[in-house]
């Protein structure tokens, strides 16, 4: 009994530490760019700290990778190409994939590679670089991605795809995806769970960051999408609701029942966790550049207190 509380204290304290990492590394590349999806990282912290430390049974790395330069597209003479996935390790039938659904996200989960030491720091500097794979909107061949999801809405549909043919094959792994609340308002996203559904697909898991903001301001003033864990309910999911900010909620719905559905887990969460300056910004939350040194002080101010 004491070996499993001492390791589920370490996956806790894990957790805490990548989550904590993740904010402090997309402050830094924010405050030397003047510029970046900050909002994203306050938000998402701890939902991808949670998916990589104590939910996803991913490959291992032997050690953090140093990503290359673009080679050029998937093809017979593109011997050197390799998909985004090498960062989540080797592919196994027993093994997860993740799916990263926003890519508006990539430099959230391209810091989140780096503190589980699946990437060498040193790759974070190429981002948005001319030649290089740390896309600002992340492909097939950005760190950690192995589709290129595209417009919102349709990395359900590909995981979904990659879920049924894993069922037919008789994988053991499992497809986790993950997705802002905003990507709920196309009709893909549920048509997508509407096939989930039908073909029972309950090696599927999706990670939803509610945040309640998106591109043009709230996401209730753009469309409504309430009652979330219903309506997920009603297209045939299994759907938790939890404190997006709780390692402990964050962990405990991947271990429940669902046979038969696909797992939902809505995480409620706030756009400004961890840097305060950002809720001064209200409603317009989803890029942030520096109105002038005053602001930009304040963020430094941050900075220094998380170090």
Avoid at 62 to 69: A, D, F, M, S
């Amino acid at each position: 009994m004491l070996g499993l509380v001492d390791n589920e204290t370490y996956k806790t304290q894990e957790a805490t530490r990548v989550a904590a990492g993740i904010r402090r590394r997309v402050l830094e590349h924010v405050l030397k760019n003047n510029g970046g999806y900050m909002s994203q990282a306050c938000s998402s912290a701890e939902i991808l700290a949670t998916l990589y430390t104590r939910v996803m049974k991913l490959g291992p790395v032997p050690k953090p990778i140093l990503p290359g330069k673009f080679v050029g597209v998937p093809g017979r003479a593109g011997k050197d190409y390799r998909l985004g996935s090498f960062y989540n390790g080797p592919q196994g039938r027993d093994l997860d994939r993740f799916i990263l659904s926003p890519t508006h996200y990539s430099l959230v989960l391209y810091a989140a590679l780096v503190e589980t030491r699946r990437m060498h720091e040193e790759g974070f500097k190429d981002f948005n670089k001319d030649g290089g794979i740390l896309e600002m909107i992340g492909a097939e061949h950005s760190p950690g991605m192995e589709v290129m999801t595209g417009s919102l809405g349709q990395g359900i549909s590909q995981a979904a795809g990659i879920a049924l043919a894993r069922q037919l094959k008789g994988d053991s792994g499992k497809v986790w995806v993950f997705m802002s609340d905003g990507e709920l308002e196309p009709g893909q996203v549920w048509e997508a769970l509407q096939f989930a559904a039908f073909y029972k697909l309950d090696n599927l898991g999706i990670y939803v960051d509610v945040n309640g903001y998106q591109c043009d301001g709230k996401t209730s003033d753009v469309s409504c999408l309430e009652p979330l864990q219903d309506r997920f309910e009603a297209f045939g999911c299994k759907a938790f609701r939890v404190n997006g900010h709780d390692l402990s909620q964050l962990a405990a719905p991947a271990s429940q029942p669902h046979e038969g559905k696909p797992l939902v887990v809505l995480c409620d969460t706030i756009p400004w966790r961890g840097v305060e300056p950002l809720q001064k910004r209200v409603p317009k939350l989803h890029y942030l550049r520096f109105a002038n040194d005053v602001e930009r002080k304040e963020y430094e101010k941050v900075l220094k207190d998380m170090s």
